[in-house]
């Protein structure tokens, strides 16, 4: 005889017992899932506070000019928590050391834990114009830096300078006449844009 699959799909399901395991099971499970995640909080709150103190201990190192002990315990933080302020301090002695490479390294870290603070990208956009080596790379970071400041002058005058130096001189003009707009006792500002006008003409 055919079977009809309707009335076999909804036939009466046995079992009140299967699903009372069921629930015991669920809340079980819900239960170790709770205690899984506040287990992983608990831990992750403990790294925070050991990073924080590697990175209070490494400042003290810092001012008192021990840089070797102060990147020794920034290196122990990092391990543990990357954030934006721990490479910042790194930078900041690799600079006082005059090791350049190494502190273009971790102020490039910086900025890739914290792409929206201004001090950073000023920093970075700042040292890629110096060196002069990726003109695509320092018009972004300082075109960055203008969108999150747009009055902020003086990233403003950078970026005007990386316009110029990659031959965008009308956008290099742009930027110049509104910084004068925006500020206009700006005066170095004012020769710039004559030499400017100059070569656009």
């Keep these: 005889m055919e079977q009809d699959f309707l009335s076999f799909s909804t036939s009466k399901q046995p079992s009140t017992p299967f699903l009372k395991f069921n629930k015991k099971t669920m809340i079980v499970a819900a239960a170790i899932i709770v205690l899984l995640v506040l287990l992983g909080f608990s831990m992750d ?3 925070n506070d050991q990073a924080e103190k590697l990175f209070s201990t490494a400042k003290d190192f810092a001012n008192q000019e021990d840089y070797s002990q102060a990147l020794s315990k920034l290196d122990e933080a990092i391990s543990i928590k990357k954030k ?3 490479y910042y301090l790194q930078y900041q002695i690799l600079m006082a050391e005059q090791k350049f490479y190494e502190a273009e390294q971790s102020i490039r870290n910086t900025v890739a834990y914290d792409s929206n603070n201004p001090t950073y990208l000023y920093i970075l956009g700042s040292y890629l114009f110096d060196q002069g080596e990726n003109i695509k790379e320092t018009l972004e ?3 960055r830096l203008t969108e999150i400041e747009p009055k902020n002058s003086d990233a403003k005058l950078k970026y005007a300078y990386a316009l110029s130096a990659n031959n965008q001189l009308n956008e290099a003009v742009l ?3 509104q910084i004068l707009k925006d500020d206009p006792n700006y005066e170095v500002v004012y020769n710039d844009l004559a030499v400017m006008y100059k070569q656009v003409n």
């Design 141 to 143: 970071v300082l075109k």
């Design 84 to 86: 934006s302020n721990y």
């Design 45 to 47: 709150s403990n790294a």
């Design 175 to 177: 930027v110049l006449e």
